[in-house]
T-cell receptor
Framework: EPEVTQTPSHQVTQMGQEVILRCVPI?????FYWYRQILGQKVEFLVS????????KSEIFDDQFSVERPDGSNFTLKIRSTKLEDSAMYFC???????????FGDGTRLSIL | KQEVTQIPAALSVPEGENLVLNCSFT??????LQWFRQDPGKGLTSLLL?????REQTSGRLNASLDKSSGRSTLYIAASQPGDSATYLC???????????FGAGTTVTVRA
């Protein structure tokens, strides 16, 4: 069964550094998402992406965050200058048709030191 | 803003017992509702998707019901096994929207 893949599985970075989290969504899917889960908290929406542009973003997704679909298969989340509070598990998800489930990757655990 | 609540936060049962997990949401204008399983430190595995027009959805030992008007969904797991131990998350997709709003989850322990 097709699946969403995320790399790396764990990223450790110094505060203030830039990080790029990578995702390969399911190939025929059209809608792409990033969510995050801070340890012990709910999974929360960050951003959705459709037709090569952001369709919606949450309050969390400020100017430090950006997303890109550089080559038609990868979907990336960049954090320009990481803060301690960015430490979380970041999940990528994709959706094919509206009446289908969102499929999630295994996540990237981001640890900011 | 859609708020999703899952009660109880944790549940421990002996093997073989049926599990009942509850999810409630504040805005009944939903497109669909999805149940996920999350193992510690792992990703989200989709278990069941129930559309707003459906009353229930079944997959093997899992059955999810939806009462949209009262803002409730219930996940039933029959004849629980130790391998069912995990956190179960409920997520709602509002009408006219594409993002999911998640509950905090119910952590289930099935004792052998």
């Amino acid at each position: 069964e097709p699946e969403v893949t995320q790399t790396p599985s764990h990223q450790v970075t110094q505060m203030g550094q830039e990080v790029i989290l990578r995702c390969v969504p399911i190939s025929n899917h059209l809608y792409f998402y990033w969510y995050r889960q801070i340890l012990g908290q709910k999974v929360e929406f960050l951003v959705s992406f459709y037709n090569n542009e952001i369709s919606e973003k949450s309050e969390i997704f400020d100017d430090q965050f950006s997303v890109e679909r550089p080559d038609g298969s990868n979907f990336t989340l960049k954090i320009r200058s990481t803060k301690l509070e960015d430490s979380a598990m970041y999940f990528c998800a994709s959706l094919g048709q509206h009446n289908q489930p969102q499929h999630f990757g295994d996540g990237t655990r981001l640890s900011i030191l | 803003k859609q708020e999703v609540t899952q009660i109880p936060a944790a549940l421990s049962v002996p093997e073989g017992e049926n599990l009942v997990l509850n999810c409630s949401f504040t805005d009944s204008a939903i497109y669909n509702l999805q149940w996920f399983r999350q193992d510690p430190g792992k990703g989200l595995t989709s278990l069941l998707l129930i559309q707003s027009s459906q009353r229930e959805q079944t997959s093997g030992r899992l059955n999810a019901s939806l009462d949209k008007s009262s803002g409730r969904s219930t996940l039933y797991i029959a004849a629980s096994q130790p391998g069912d131990s995990a956190t179960y998350l409920c997520a709602v997709r509002p009408t006219g929207d594409y993002k999911l709003s998640f509950g905090a989850g119910t952590t289930v322990t099935v004792r052998a």
